[in-house]
T-cell receptor
Framework: NAGVTQTPKFQVLKTGQSMTLQCAQD?????MYWYRQDPGMGLRLIYY???????DKGEVPNGYNVSRLNKREFSLRLESAAPSQTSVYFC?????????????FGSGTRLTVV | KQEVTQIPAALSVPEGENLVLNCSFT??????LQWFRQDPGKGLTSLLL?????REQTSGRLNASLDKSSGRSTLYIAASQPGDSATYLC???????????FGKGTRLSVIA
């Protein structure tokens, strides 16, 4: 099915470990995003990429890096995981239509840092 | 900085009731407003998108209105069903191709 695919779905890390969250979309969308969702906090933007080759910081970028590998793939890296990064991470992509930007979200990666 | 607020945070209603979810935003200069649904442990599904020039959008039992000047939107759900139980999120796009700013959501429970 067309959409946004995130891997892995679940991950447990020890403090200080590193990992990369993968995201791929097959809808030929130009824009891609990484959000984190915490209880009582809603979704907060970490980084986004308006088009291939560009990335910009969002509201909460500290502790993260991103790579827009090509038009399809946008990865999020935690270099040294901290317990405060325990969260559910969502990748999304969007494209402009007549009425605005249509968004498609992945099913999320649930990350626990112990 | 744009801030989006959703009231109430949680709502429980009996099946068949009509209900209204509220969303407010601090900066009225928005490009569009979107409503999403999120089921437990799942991603977000887009429900309705209202352009800044529009007053409302309808899809089935859902009707979303927008009053840009007052910074408010409502999502009206008619004849609620247990399958409507989910978290509903409101998000605004401030200008073309800028990321969405989300509210914290309203968790809806429809009791059979």
């Amino acid at each position: 099915n067309a959409g946004v695919t995130q891997t892995p779905k679940f991950q447990v890390l020890k403090t200080g470990q590193s990992m990369t969250l993968q995201c791929a979309q097959d809808m030929n969308h130009n824009s891609m995003y990484w959000y984190r969702q915490d209880p009582g906090m809603g979704l907060r933007l970490i980084y986004y990429s308006a088009s291939e080759g560009t990335t910009d910081k969002g509201e909460v970028p500290n502790g993260y890096n991103v790579s827009r590998l090509n038009k399809r793939e946008f990865s999020l890296r935690l270099e040294s995981a901290a317990p405060s990064q325990t969260s559910v991470y969502f990748c999304a992509s969007s494209e402009r239509y007549n009425l605005g930007y249509g968004y498609t979200f992945g099913s999320g990666t649930r990350l626990t840092v112990v | 900085k744009q801030e989006v607020t959703q009231i109430p945070a949680a709502l429980s209603v009996p099946e068949g009731e009509n209900l209204v979810l509220n969303c407010s935003f601090t900066d009225s200069a928005i490009y569009n407003l979107q409503w999403f649904r999120q089921d437990p442990g799942k991603g977000l599904t887009s429900l309705l998108l209202i352009q800044s020039s529009q007053r409302e959008q309808t899809s089935g039992r859902l009707n979303a209105s927008l009053d840009k000047s007052s910074g408010r939107s409502t999502l009206y759900i008619a004849a609620s069903q247990p399958g409507d139980s989910a978290t509903y999120l409101c998000a605004v796009e401030e200008s073309g191709n800028t990321p969405l700013v989300f509210g914290k959501g309203t968790r809806l429970s429809v009791i059979a």
